[in-house]
């Protein structure tokens, strides 16, 4: 087993300390909506927010801001991720990126076998930039990076519906297995889309996270 496979296993980890947990990305006012109210419909506004969302844009970047690592380039790096942050559609959406990007750049401080320096011109750098980042110092392959990027995301979505909707924990699985069996087609995609295919048009989502910023009573972070 390399070395590059345990660090990936590291970064996709809920166990990292960056937060991400405490976000439901609109989800939690999916649920109050009414929008999401079982196993079916959880895995539609899931699946709908993974295919459309997060690796026809996000993970495209994420790709980008790969191959720019490698290539040494911050003027590129600079540009895709003051992009990236003009597409957050709402407060929180843009807050929580900001927030697990300066976690997670923390954290690789404090592990102290990076050349975090590389980071230091990067003022407020967003999630995907400083975890593109992470995999350029591991030498973790892009296809597997991607393909884990897209995993964290979708536990973590799935997770959030386990304690919203409720529902027990094998039908948390459940989704786990069947959305995963996704994510290598996605991950392919966002490899080889040109920056000028993405799109993350995705209007339910968007008016979902603008309401969870003043909804009431909240379990997750805004």
């Given at each position: 087993m390399s070395t590059a496979l345990i660090r990936l296993m590291q970064l996709v980890s809920p166990a990292l300390p960056?937060?991400?947990y405490t976000y439901s990305q609109g989800l939690e006012w999916a649920v109050e909506?009414?929008?999401?109210?079982r196993e079916a419909s959880a895995q539609a506004w899931i699946e709908d927010c993974l295919e459309f969302g997060v690796a026809?844009?996000?993970a495209v970047y994420l790709s980008h801001m790969i191959r720019a690592w490698q290539k040494g380039s911050s003027a590129e790096i600079l540009e895709l991720d003051a992009a990236f942050l003009a597409s957050r559609e709402t407060s929180e959406l843009h807050a929580e990126t900001l927030q697990?990007?300066?976690s997670l750049a923390r954290l690789?401080?404090?592990l102290g076998d990076f050349p975090t320096q590389s980071l230091e011109q990067f003022a407020e750098p967003s999630y995907p930039l400083v975890w593109s980042f992470a995999v350029n110092a591991w030498s973790i392959p892009m296809e597997e990076a991607v393909t884990g990027y897209l995993w964290a995301w979708l536990e973590?979505?799935?997770m959030a519906a386990v304690k919203l909707v409720p529902f027990g924990q094998t039908v948390g699985?459940?989704?786990l297995v069947t959305l995963g069996e996704k994510l290598p087609a996605c991950a392919q995609a966002a490899l080889q889309m040109p920056m000028e295919q993405t799109s993350n048009y995705l209007p339910a989502f968007a008016i979902a996270s603008c309401c969870h910023e003043t909804q009431?009573?909240?379990l997750f972070r805004s």
């Open positions: 960056v937060g991400a909506a009414g929008t999401v109210q026809r844009f996000e697990m990007g300066h690789l401080r404090d973590n979505q799935v699985q459940r989704l009431y009573t909240r």
